[in-house]
């Protein structure tokens, strides 16, 4: 994803898209602040209007009353509106953030893997919780609060003009100068923002790196340098925004200096105005209310406005990924293949024999495209035929479970799976098909039962189809032996557990998917004897049929295969049967098995 393609042309109407869904909710939040409003800027004309009669006229008991009671219905119409007002914009705000949220944990999770290779957990998380947190506060409240102020500025200035047009004249020079600064100490406050938000992710990131590695930090007693590094990058962190705080510092300074010239400037004005007969107290009075209520709504104003550019900054990151998360389902809403691609299911209205071909199928991970990771790969493997796939460290066997999951594009070249071409329009339709049992199997923090459970994901799986699989994988015996059975809880990442035991859970989980293509990275590697021989029975049960791409080291395991490639530095450079490649006394596959055997001798 190139973040510049995708940048807004107006990020200003971006961010304010995302109130479009709220707009009634809004709309009565601002008719209410509309009555606060008018009320508001009643209050310094009805106290001239108070004082200005107890000047001239003689004091009126039952006039006073009636005022009274007035000031007091439109102080609770004032405090009922108030309270509905706060309450619309507040929680409108947080559906807002929420709504943001899930739009963006949805968008995330779609990303190609290729992005979680760029991107650090930690400043993904960072990205969910406080980039989209910064919307808060200026899209509702910020944004109501300086409508609001707004139109109190313009009722004022309205109202400091028919009392003395005179002395509003200052305003003529306050209120350009004052809107330069908003704008200069805006643009500022954008870009630091952006670094700030950065430095926090960077900083999070580390944090939660050491986090989830803790038992490593321990074992290598590493506790000072996690402290270290961690200490190091939120102090960077602190850095930027001290820098942000001093500029801050300043634009309050300076404003204030500012404002407070044009009140002095006004008062001598006033003076003269009042010594003339062209101005009454009563009138200064009302003008001096008027011109605070202005003041304090253009500081308002103001201060949104920073907020606000702030938070442009702040949340540049999060709508580069909303943005190109919408370009990429537009363009495979229009290219969309014979098979949808909505992340549904489609297991049942799309049907794959499991015939495999790759055409000359060049790749090389985005992440370092100079190195090819796979060069020039032709194969084709039939439906219900078994593979292995073997070759030294770094061969390209795990690329190639990779490709066929689409987990990233190839440069040159095809996969097809039957005769449909794998792309981006119909691969979730094809992974309906592949289940994959890795070396170290993943499980997530859930229960034993989610976790086999995981392997159907348009329907709810019964209990029964989970024993019935966890059976299968000899795995029933050791779950019901917890005392919650399968709602035992494994633990972050399944710590809980055995590396035996989470691997027949991972098998399980294949076991109940009923795929036409399995992908198995050394299963069975991490069972003792006793239960291997149980699985690896499972396992042949389960192959029967089924197209199986086996990443193997194991002379046993690859005796057992129809066809086994042997990889060299991301090329197929010998292919075939067992005791045919092993005749080849000078091939790798046979220097590959002399190593092993002797390795197993040792
Ligand atoms: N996410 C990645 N980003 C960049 N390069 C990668 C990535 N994953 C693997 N590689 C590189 O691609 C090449 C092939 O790696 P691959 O994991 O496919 O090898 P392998 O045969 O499965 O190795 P092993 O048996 O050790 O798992 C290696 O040079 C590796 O360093």
Request: charged residues 15%; contains cysteine.
């Amino acid at each position: 994803m190139n973040p510049k393609q995708t940048k807004p042309i107006n990020q200003h109407l971006q961010r304010l898209s995302v109130l479009k869904p709220f707009r009634t909710r809004l709309l009565l939040g601002i008719a209410v602040m509309c009555i606060t409003i008018v009320i508001e800027l009643a209050y310094p004309k009805a106290l001239a209007y108070f004082i200005d009669h107890l000047n001239s006229a003689k004091i009126d008991s039952s006039w006073i009353k009636n005022f009274a009671g007035i000031a007091a219905i439109v102080l609770v119409i004032q405090a009922l509106a108030t309270t509905l007002r706060y309450y619309i914009f507040e929680s409108t705000g947080d559906m807002i953030v929420t709504t943001i949220r899930q739009t963006l944990f949805s968008a995330l999770i779609r990303q190609d893997i290729a992005f979680f290779d760029k991107h650090r957990v930690g400043e993904l998380t960072n990205r969910l919780a406080s980039d989209v947190e910064a919307l808060h506060d200026t899209l509702t409240m910020g944004l109501a609060i300086s409508l609001r102020s707004s139109l109190v500025f313009i009722g004022c200035t309205v109202m400091l003009i028919s009392i003395s047009p005179t002395l509003s004249l200052i305003l003529l020079i306050y209120i350009p100068l004052s809107l330069w600064m908003t704008d200069w100490i805006g643009n500022s406050l954008k870009t630091s923002a952006h670094h700030i938000q950065e430095k926090k992710a960077a900083s999070n990131s580390v944090a939660q790196e050491y986090f989830s590695n803790i038992r490593l930090i321990h074992a290598f007693n590493q506790n000072k340098l996690a402290n270290d590094k961690y200490a190091d990058t939120a102090d960077q962190a602190l850095q930027v925004i001290l820098r942000n705080i001093r500029l801050l510092a300043s634009y309050r300074g300076l404003s204030s200096i500012v404002l407070y010239l044009a009140l002095i400037i006004t008062f001598f004005l006033a003076a003269d105005l009042i010594s003339q007969g062209k101005l009454t107290v009563g009138e200064f009075t009302s003008f001096i209310i008027y011109a605070g209520m202005a003041s304090g709504s253009s500081s308002a104003i103001s201060d949104f406005w920073s907020d606000w550019m702030r938070t442009l900054g702040a949340t540049e990151r999060v709508f580069e990924i909303l943005g190109a998360d919408d370009a990429k389902q537009a363009a495979l809403k229009k290219n969309s293949d014979a098979i949808p691609n909505d992340g549904v299911s489609t297991k049942n209205s799309f049907h794959l024999q499991g015939k495999i071909q790759f055409n000359n199928v060049h790749f090389a991970y985005p992440e370092r495209p100079d190195t090819a990771a796979l060069t020039a790969l032709n194969f084709e493997i039939q439906p219900g035929e078994k593979i292995a796939l073997i070759g030294a460290s770094g061969a390209g066997k795990s690329s190639i479970a990779s490709l066929l999951l689409g987990l990233y594009p190839v440069n040159q070249g095809q996969i097809y799976f039957d005769n449909f071409l794998s792309n981006d329009s119909n691969i979730n339709a094809i992974r309906d098909h592949i289940a994959i049992v890795e070396q170290e199997p993943a499980l997530f923090s859930g229960s034993i039962y989610e976790n086999i459970a995981f392997a159907i994901a348009d329907r709810e799986v019964a209990l029964e189809e989970v024993i019935q699989a966890a059976t299968k994988a000899n795995a029933h015996h050791f779950i019901s032996g917890f005392p919650n059975g399968y709602d035992t809880v494994v633990g972050d990442r399944g710590v809980q557990l055995s590396g035996g035991q989470k691997q027949r859970i991972a098998i399980a989980r294949a076991i109940l998917r009923n795929p036409k293509i399995l992908i198995l990275d050394e299963a069975t590697s991490a069972l003792d004897s006793a239960s291997e021989a149980l699985v690896q029975a499972a396992l042949d049960e389960l192959m029967k049929e089924r197209t199986t791409i086996i990443i193997a080291h194991r002379y046993s395991t690859i005796k057992k295969v129809d066809t086994v490639f042997v990889l060299e530095q991301g090329h197929i450079v010998q292919q075939g049967q067992h005791q045919d490649l092993i005749k080849d006394s000078n091939g790798l596959y046979c220097q590959l098995m002399s190593a092993q055997i002797s390795g197993n001798h040792t």
